[in-house]
């Protein structure tokens, strides 16, 4: 796209940059800089505001570019990701949302500090969240590059670098000056513009197809190449045990990983109960289950629209098969109404990376602040003083993951949550349910499910065809792949978890059947509750 085409979404863009940046400025003139105001908002959210965020803070890039793509390019197979992001919901709502709400503050650690020795195991789950949040990030980046590039001629790779940087001075400074409340508050304008955009596009398909969704499948098999497998499972994770296993460990980290997710878990502290917790989950059930339906038809509909071909010459990962749709569905790139629904939902899509970020960013600074920090630095760290070290926390996070995402860029958005929900799995899940319901779970048992699912999980990426030995890893010209999964959750989440009771089991110490007892009565009734 070139010319007018370009100047409108880059426009829309900026509208949407200047009115986030004012609600962060208006918010950061009504703060009176306390922990509770920048980590939790005040915890002043309905369950329908906190809901609607929620919603904002999970449908990321992953959602609404890389699981679109990944169905275009793979039909049936791509859909896993639709399903396990959902159903991973139920997992949250029925173990963790109100008991999380109940137990801690502000995050994971407070929860499973509650009864433990609280410096090591702060320093564990600590070190855990910022690895997760971090990796999430990464993937959010890429999207942001594969998308401006697109608008800037395709395969701009100087457009893909500056825009990560952007992205990255963006979220520093939504953290930094507003904290939960102005990040809220971007979620939700976020989640509403995403619905709407989504809504639009899936009418639109449909109307193409006469509301025939039996004859969009079959125009997508068609023009897919692959006939009938097309709609069979098998395209991406058939054929031998490796590729069946790798869908297995993948659909284990999608459905276990969102209960472990710092993001998510962080948003429960901002609604005054936990009632209004688990109030606030049903809401972002419904918003987010309507939206991954839609993403099943925008996925068939840009492979029986656009083209396999055409998606995957735009971009190797299928992360701009949206984009290309919505400039199809407007009349094509020459006409205006390709043009204005490209831009729209091009800044609709950025718009959704710059509040994922942001609440990402928040939850990985709070998590070194209030537990890294506190532990390593001052055990009797003011509020005030804490707060200032999340926000140089956030600039530290915000560079890191520009680093990451810039050596990522060519990596399926989707594919890399999908990574970050397995270390979420693997090291924050074991710990998490073990703290709540484990009456004689230990401090060293803590430690262990941690470091016993965190450290497996890295080292089975690094060793994986992710990062080398293959054309399409971080580092094709080596290889020292010794992991043929490309996602590590089959082996690590397990093992996070026999970490935890082994842990446990060989601890000298006795569990504080008092401190459990208080936890319990706190977990399910919220008597104490912050």
């Known amino acids: 796209m070139t010319g007018d085409h370009q100047t409108l979404a880059l426009l829309l863009f900026s509208v949407f940059v200047a009115v986030t940046l004012a609600i962060t400025t208006w918010v950061s003139r009504n703060r009176h800089g306390s922990a509770e105001e920048f980590y939790a908002g005040g915890r002043l959210f309905s369950p329908m505001e906190n809901g609607f965020a929620i919603a904002g803070d999970y449908m990321s890039a992953a959602s609404f570019l890389g699981i679109s793509g990944l169905i275009a390019l793979f039909g049936y197979d791509g859909m896993l990701y639709s399903v396990g992001f959902l159903v991973a919901w139920l997992v949250v709502l029925f173990l963790v949302a109100e008991l ?39 993937a959010q980046m890429v999207g942001a590059g594969s998308l401006v590039a697109l608008l800037l001629g395709g395969t701009d790779e100087a457009a893909q670098t500056w825009t990560v940087i952007g992205v ?42 006469h509301g025939d969704f039996d004859q969009l499948l079959l125009s997508a098999a ?50 005054p109960t936990a009632r209004a917790a688990r109030r606030s989950v049903v809401w972002s059930i419904g918003l987010i289950g ?46 205006t109404g390709g043009t204005v629904l490209f831009a729209i939902v091009a800044a609709v899509a950025f718009a959704t990376i710059l509040a994922v970020v942001a609440g990402i960013t928040l939850a990985s600074s709070a998590s070194v602040a209030h537990d890294l920090y506190a532990s390593l630095r001052r055990r009797d760290a003011k509020p005030r003083s804490e707060v200032a070290v999340a926000r140089v926390a956030a600039v530290g996070i915000g560079v890191v993951a ?77 290889d020292f792949q010794y992991f043929p999964l490309q996602n590590p959750g089959l082996v690590s989440i397990p093992l996070g978890f026999v970490a935890g009771w082994l842990g446990t089991v060989t601890s000298a110490e006795v569990a504080d059947e008092a401190k459990h007892a208080e936890t319990e009565v706190r977990s399910l009734t919220g008597a104490g509750a912050a």
Request: proline share 4%; glycine share 12%.
């Open 402 to 478: 520009i680093a990451l995402g810039l050596l990522a860029r060519d990596l399926n958005v989707a594919f890399l949550v999908g990574l970050a929900f397995a270390v979420a799995a693997s090291a924050n899940l074991p710990v998490l349910l073990y703290s709540l319901f484990w009456r004689g779970f230990t401090t060293r048992g803590a430690v262990w499910a941690v470091y016993g699912g965190l450290i497996p999980a890295m080292v089975l990426v690094l060793l994986s065809p992710v990062v080398s030995g293959s054309p399409e890893s971080l580092f094709p010209g080596v």
């Open 168 to 209: 990255g001075a963006l979220m520093v400074i939504y953290v930094s000056l507003g904290g939960m409340r102005a990040t809220t508050w971007i979620q939700i304008v976020k989640a509403v513009m995403l619905l709407g955009g989504t809504i639009a596009l899936t009418v639109l398909v449909l109307v193409r197809f």
């Open 290 to 335: 309507g939206f991954y339906l839609m993403t099943i038809v925008l996925g068939f509909g840009a492979a029986a629209i656009v083209g396999p071909e055409a998606v995957r010459g735009s971009n190797a990962a299928g992360n701009t098969a949206v984009p290309l749709l919505a400039l199809d569905l407007g009349g094509g790139a020459d006409s």
């Open 100 to 138: 999380v709400r109940n137990c801690g503050r502000f995050t994971l650690a407070d929860v499973v500090a509650a009864r433990m020795n609280e410096r090591p195991v702060r320093i564990a789950a600590g070190t855990s969240s910022v690895t997760v949040s971090v990796l999430y990030l990464v």
């Open 222 to 271: 068609e023009r897919s190449g692959h006939g009938e497998k097309f709609l069979a499972p098998g395209l991406k994770y058939g054929g031998d045990w490796t590729a069946r296993f790798d869908f297995i460990s993948l659909g284990l980290a999608l459905v276990l990983g969102t209960a472990g997710l710092p993001h998510i878990l962080s948003r429960f502290y901002t609604v």
